[in-house]
Nanobody
Framework: QVRLVESGGGLVQAGGSLRLSCTAS????????MAWFRQAPGKERSYVAL????????YYADSVGGRFTISRDNAKNTVYLQMNSLKPEDTAIYYC???????????????WGQGTQVTVSS
């Protein structure tokens, strides 16, 4: 059984930083693209960042480029999202996802975590 468990969310002031972690079990981690998605109240879920299984390719949504960094440690089956210069509009539930394809579309991902709340106050 595949399981993804996120941690690291919380409340932070605008301009602050948070680091999200997502630890996977039950899958061959290095063979999966890992991604972070987010969903704000009243909005659809959207991608934030992707990282290839090897870790050598990353891709970011325009809204977070230059502020967020996705990384992974395949030895620990963990993917990270370092979020700097946070803005109130970054407030959302953040989900990690794993899939076999390189995609920004959430329906292309097979495995999902339960989500972690990130709240940025102004």
């Amino acid at each position: 059984q595949v399981r993804l468990v996120e941690s690291g969310g919380g409340l932070v002031q605008a301009g602050g930083s948070l680091r999200l972690s997502c630890t996977a079990s039950g899958l061959t981690f290095s063979r999966h693209t890992m991604a972070w998605f987010r969903q704000a109240p009243g909005k659809e879920r959207s991608y934030v960042a992707l990282i290839a299984g090897s870790g050598d390719s990353t891709y970011y949504a325009d809204s977070v480029g230059g502020r967020f960094t996705i990384s992974r440690d395949n030895a620990k089956n963990t993917v990270y999202l370092q979020m700097n210069s946070l803005k109130p509009e970054d407030t959302a539930i953040y989900y990690c996802a794993g899939g076999k394809y390189w995609s920004v579309t959430d329906t292309h991902y097979d495995y999902w975590g339960q989500g972690t709340q990130v709240t940025v106050s102004s």
